[in-house]
């Protein structure tokens, strides 16, 4: 059974960089969509970058309009961990961080729609303020 842990958030000033961290439990050495996703206050939850991971081999990562060249997608192996690196955060920073995953798989696409995948770890909170 597979379950992810997320731990990172806080808050943090407008122009700040927070971390975020996933840790996985139970999976596989074989490739798996891994991603973040984020639910503002009252919105919907949308995807923030995605990546299949594992396998051995590097894979193109996947980001919102709105986070390209502020975030990065990460994922180290022997950590079994997830990591999401936010730069440059605004007040639109603000939410819910998940991450996702969904697996194995043979694809090199991973969804952005967040019925897609399987596996939800329980969030954390990331606050930009002034």
């Known amino acids: 059974q597979v379950q992810l842990v997320e731990s990172g958030g806080g808050s943090v000033e407008t122009g700040g960089s927070l971390k975020l961290s996933c840790a996985t439990f139970?999976?596989?050495?074989?490739?798996?969509?891994m991603a973040w996703f984020r639910q503002p206050p009252g919105r919907e939850r949308e995807a923030v970058a995605m990546?299949?991971?594992?396998?051995?081999?590097?894979?193109?990562?996947e980001y919102a309009d709105s986070v390209k060249g502020r975030f990065t997608i990460s994922h180290d192996t022997a950590a079994s961990t997830l990591y999401l690196q936010m730069n440059s955060l605004g007040f639109e920073d603000t939410a819910m961080y998940y991450c996702?995953?969904?697996?194995?798989?043979?694809?090199?696409?991973?969804?952005?729609?967040?019925?897609?995948?399987?596996?939800w770890g329980q969030g954390t909170q990331v606050t930009v303020s002034s």
């Open positions: 990546s299949v991971f594992g396998g051995g081999r590097t894979y193109d990562a």
């Open positions: 996702a995953a969904r697996g194995p798989t043979t694809g090199t696409y991973c969804h952005t729609n967040r019925l897609w995948y399987n596996y």
């Open positions: 139970g999976v596989t050495s074989s490739p798996y969509c």
